[in-house]
Structure formats: C-alpha cells, structure tokens
C-alpha cells in the first residue's frame, strides 16, 4: 500500500472529464491524502453533444468531433493552470455506441496526448456510486441513485459498504429526444409513444434493483446530473422564489415533478426556453429528461427525489484515489474491487482457482523478477497480468478446443469492475495468448489495441505462456524458480526447485521448452531452464 507514503506527501492537484453523450464536464479537485478528502477547485462544462450522431451509420459526426476536440483542449490548458498533475478522462455511451468511437478517442490521444478510457454502462455506475457516497451521507443506510444522462440513464442500489446492483439503461434525454420527438410541441401520439418506451425499458433495470431490496428497509432516491438540477432548480425558484446554492440535499416531490412534465408536453421550445434557468441546450431534451425521471419515480414507488451534486466526475476521484492508495478507511473495500470483479468471473466460469492462483503467482514472479531488467512496467500492469492468469482458462466453460479464444470473448464481454474498456481488452488478449499462436498484425483483437497495449501484450504474454508451463500437471510440481538474465551470451536462466526433491518434473521441463519460443523471440535470449533441489540465491 501507498498510503504510509501517502500521509507524507502535500496536496495533490488532479483533473476529472467525463465525456458525456450531451455535455462534457470537467472538475480539478485538490487532494488532502493526509484526511483523505477532495475539496473541488473549478468546475468547467460545455453541451457538445457527442450523441448527435448520423442518422444512417451512427458515426460521430465530423463537426461533433471538432466541437469535443476545441472542449478537450479548452478543458486541458485550465487543468494546467491549476498545476493538475494528472487529468483523467473517461468517455461513455455515444462513444461506446459509435462505429468510429474508438478511431475517435485514437486521435484525441494523437493530437491532444490524452489517453481516454472508455468505460461500460456498469463501470459508469460504478462511478457514480463513488460519487455520490463521496457527498452524500448514507447514514448506514440503502440508497436508490439515479443519474440520466444525453445517452443512458444509470439506477443503482448501494448502502455506506457497497453498491448492491449496478444497471444502465440505453435511454437518454437526448437520444430519446432525437428518436422520439418530432413535432414542437410534442403530440399527444408522440408522448404517449415516449412514455411507453420508457416504462418499458425501465421495469427490467427496475425489477433488477427491486431484488436486491431488504424487506422494511428505508430507502431513498439520490438524483445526479445536468436534468435532475435543472428540474429541481425550476421548482426551487417557482415554490421558494430562489435556487438554493448549493442545489445539493434539495428535495423534488413526484408531484411537483408531474406537474413540470405536463407543463413542458404542452409548450413549445422557445416556451421553455423562457422558463427562468432553462438554457437552451437543456429546453431541447428537458421533456424527455423529465419524463425518464418520472416514470422510474413511479416504478420505484418514490414520492420524492434528494439531489446530490457530485456524479461520475467526482466518481472518477474517488476511483483515482482508491487506486493510488490513498483512501484508507471510508470506501476501503473499494481497493478491491477489480480483484472481487475478476475471481467472480472466475467463479462464474467455473475456473480451476486452486491452478490458476499457482499460474498467477509464477506470472508475477517472473514480472517481479525481470522488473528493470527486461521491463520497467509498474504496479497496474502487474495487475492487468494477474487478471490475465487468473482467468487465462474461463474459456473452457466453452469448450476445451480453442479455448484460449473463448477466454478472449468470455473476458471482453464480461463487464469486468474497475476496469476500462482497453484495460479489459488487454486482460482478454493476455488470455488469448497464453497458448498457440503468439500476437500478430492479422489478429483484429490485438490491432485494436493502442500501440503502447499491444507492446504490453506483446512483451508479458510470454511470461503467462510460461507459468502455465511450471504447473503442466496442475498440481503444484514446481514450488519456486530463480531468474538469472546473462546478456553477455544474450541467455535467461531458469532454475527451478520441485516441490519433491525426488520428481524429475519432466512434464513441465518439456512444456517449458515447447512454449519458450514467444519468450526467446520477444526478449532475443535463450532460454536455458535447469532443475535444482535446492536454490540458491543468484
């Protein structure tokens, strides 16, 4: 752990963008890691509508993607006026639903140097859950939070410990505007055709958290993002004659917001341009916002809704900081939650733990040895091989011929916890090739990784493909192993200890020669492994 570091060190100044279907936000946030807190400094955003794809392909537009790049650049120079020493970008739906997302998100890194993960519906939540706990609080009590966004709408159930249920839902404000409302005002047919869709596609996420409810237990409604605020802010200033500031502990009753719905149904968009607060990118989606709002409100059996200022933005903070170890009681259990995330697939995929825990250690001893010697990667790559290993054989919940490709797909569609979209396609590649064919060009899986993924896929795979080797029969023959690198004679030795002085583990001397080719050819060694009893240290 970090943090006996941690409490040394002076703030930390860090950077958070969430790329959103409808608006890009960015918040910098000074870090205490001696509380641990934040304490957020600036606040910028900019409505870019990233969602407002092409009708035909559902592409990024061009002039879309010109908007987010000006914004992005924009967000960049303020992080640095602030002495950020890192900015952190995550983007969601438009991106993950767009055929050139990626190619996207490729040139963002290209010509602005900013590397952003793309993250799942269930990751967002995440997040926001993250968020919300890190200003609200729960009392040790369960929490119903709903966040609506440009392109998805994200209900989770979470108490003071843990998030509970996790769901995303693609119906947004402004892709339910854009498929849905064509006439200004909206028809009678159009609403009634909305509403429906809604309700439909709410009652499964609905019924999902419902499940997860604890009979008698209280429950309340936390309401984040740009539509809730906006709703709660309309009805703040037309009961109370002021918006609050801050808007956040705010409560919107079910009724009043039935009644800004039938309001808005009923007027045209200059007419809700004119409602005081309103902008006017916000008049555009509110009705369908607030129609998502409403109808999860009755679904829920919610009379009122709590609003909560702090979202996925804040969310990503928090993760930051969780992963740099410098949140150590409040939210503790989150430090584990990509490992929690990866032995459930495991578990799910009736994986052998028992073997792919002795694959995983012998993976991480050789990284741990060759590191500064071969590598000079660090603690999140390890952890990405550990994934690797531990999962290396779901495929054979498949089938056992070709499997090492089933544990691709099983992996990059298993909506993997704490990780980001190319994180997770680097654990699903490491698996694809702990056996046959190493990486190659040809391979899309591979390709469609950044070019400094596929060097790490490319360089650790190998040692992947030669822990598998040391346990050949899967029953632990090999305790322990030494490395010694000689690059004089340009060989890597491998001195290996059986657990059974009396074993001549050739099982697993003969896998080590027939899968050392990937290493020898990525690492230009020889690979010279040997069998003594008793090791002594290089």
Avoid at 84 to 103: F, K, M, Y
Avoid at 282 to 299: D, H, K, P, V, Y
């Amino acid at each position: 752990m970090v943090n006996s570091l941690a409490s040394a060190e002076s703030n930390r100044i860090i950077a958070a963008i969430d790329m959103g279907t409808n608006s890009f936000h960015m918040v910098v946030a000074r870090i205490d890691p001696k509380l641990p807190a934040f304490t957020i400094i600036a606040r910028e955003k900019d409505t870019v509508r990233l969602g407002d794809c092409e009708a035909k392909t559902g592409c990024l537009k061009s002039e879309v993607m010109e908007r987010a790049l000006a914004t992005l650049r924009r967000f960049q120079d303020i992080a640095k006026t602030f002495n950020a020493e890192q900015i952190i970008a995550v983007a969601t739906s438009a991106v993950r639903e767009a055929p050139n997302g990626r190619d996207f998100l490729k040139q963002v890194a290209e010509e602005l140097d900013l590397n952003v993960s793309l993250i799942s519906g269930q990751e967002e939540a995440r997040r926001i859950y993250l968020g919300v706990l890190s200003g609200m609080e729960f009392n040790n009590q369960s929490q119903v939070i709903i966040d609506i966004g440009g392109g998805s709408t994200e209900l989770i159930l979470g108490d003071s410990s843990e998030p509970r249920c996790l769901t995303s839902t693609k119906i947004g404000a402004v892709r339910l505007t854009g498929q849905f409302v064509k006439s200004d005002p909206i028809t009678r047919e159009e609403f009634a055709y909305l509403q429906a869709y809604i309700r439909i596609s709410l009652e499964r996420p609905i019924e999902e958290l419902r499940s997860q409810f604890h009979d008698g237990e209280p429950l309340r409604l936390i309401g984040t993002a740009g539509t809730i605020e906006t709703l709660a802010a309309i009805n703040a200033r037309e009961k109370f004659g002021t918006v609050p500031s801050p808007l956040a502990g705010y409560q919107l009753g079910l009724k009043d917001l039935r009644d800004l719905v039938n309001r808005f149904r009923k007027l045209s968009y200059s007419e809700r341009l004119a409602i005081p607060g309103m902008s006017d990118k916000r008049a555009e989606i509110i009705l369908a916002g607030a129609l998502i709002l409403q109808e999860a409100m009755i679904l829920l059996g919610m009379e009122s809704l709590t609003v909560c200022d702090r979202s996925l933005r804040e969310g990503v903070i928090v993760d930051w900081m969780l992963a740099h170890g410098l949140i150590e009681n409040r939210l503790r259990y989150q430090s584990s939650i990509r490992q929690r995330s990866i032995l459930h697939m495991a578990d799910k995929y009736q994986v052998n733990l028992e073997q792919s825990e002795r694959t995983a250690a012998f993976a991480l001893n050789f990284f741990d040895q060759t590191q500064g010697i071969l590598h000079n990667w660090g603690a999140e790559e390890r952890e990405l091989l550990w994934a690797a290993a531990i999962l290396h054989n779901c495929g054979l919940y498949v089938s056992h011929s070709a499997h090492h490709k089933h544990s691709y797909y099983l992996i990059r569609n298993g909506e993997l916890l704490g990780y980001s979209e190319t994180e997770i396609e680097v654990i699903a590649n490491l698996a694809r090739y702990h056996r046959k064919n190493p990486p190659k060009k040809k391979h899309e899986n591979f390709i469609v990784l950044p070019k400094n993924y596929r060097e790490l896929v490319s360089k650790l795979h190998p040692f992947l493909r030669l822990a598998v080797a040391l346990d050949r029969r899967q029953i632990g023959a090999i305790s322990d192993f030494k490395c010694e690198h000689r690059p004089e004679v340009r060989e890597f030795h491998l001195r290996l200890q059986p657990l059974n002085p009396e074993d001549d583990c050739a099982l697993e001397l003969w896998s080590l020669d027939y899968k050392k080719p990937s290493f020898e050819d990525e690492y230009n060694l020889k690979l010279v492994a040997t069998l003594e009893p008793t090791l002594v240290p290089v």
